[in-house]
């Protein structure tokens, strides 16, 4: 079976949700664990460390009856960054685009720093600029202004990266 096909029953095993491919092997338990996938009731089949021929081997996300708003794909895109998001809709691709890390994010992450006022005030929901330092990604805390790797801050969420 080639390659093509594959990828093509992959895609089509679900009705309608969404198929987030080509992601960072070790990465899905991740995504699952942060949208809180596995209390919901939908269906997902996961894939890990499948064979892929760009990245030699990657982690495949589909869920039923999912789309990903706005936001949502900001979040997803911290996790994994260079993923492609398959919107499915009756069997069929209908829309298909390359995740990118975007420059801010809000509301998703806890601020590593137990001093921040994010902890203080609960109204304040944590917000983070996003830039690349030495190619390392980084992430700077709105409130209290302290930069962290996008790493350290992960795992303060119980997220690995
Ligand atoms: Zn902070």
């Known amino acids: ?13 679900i009705a309608n949700g969404t198929v987030i491919d080509h992601i960072a092997p070790g990465q899905a338990m991740n995504i699952l664990r942060l949208f809180n ?53 009756d069997y069929k691709v209908v829309d298909k685009y ?16 137990s001093n921040c006022i994010t902890h203080v005030e609960k109204g304040a929901p944590a917000r983070f600029s996003i830039f690349k330092e030495e190619g390392k990604v980084m992430m700077r805390c709105h409130y209290c202004e302290r930069v962290f790797a996008r790493k350290v801050l992960l795992r303060h969420n119980n997220l690995a990266l």
């Open 98 to 113: 390359k995740l990118r890390l975007p420059n801010e994010i809000k509301g998703a992450f806890e601020c590593p720093n």
């Open 1 to 13: 079976m080639s390659a093509t096909t594959n990828d093509k029953l992959l895609v089509e095993a």
């Open 37 to 89: 996938f596995i209390g919901k009731h939908n269906q997902i089949t996961v894939g890990f460390n499948l064979k892929s021929g760009e990245m030699g081997s990657k982690d495949i996300i589909k869920i039923a009856d999912v789309t990903f708003s706005p936001s949502e794909t900001e979040q997803l895109a911290i996790l994994a960054p260079d993923a492609t998001v398959n919107s499915i809709k």
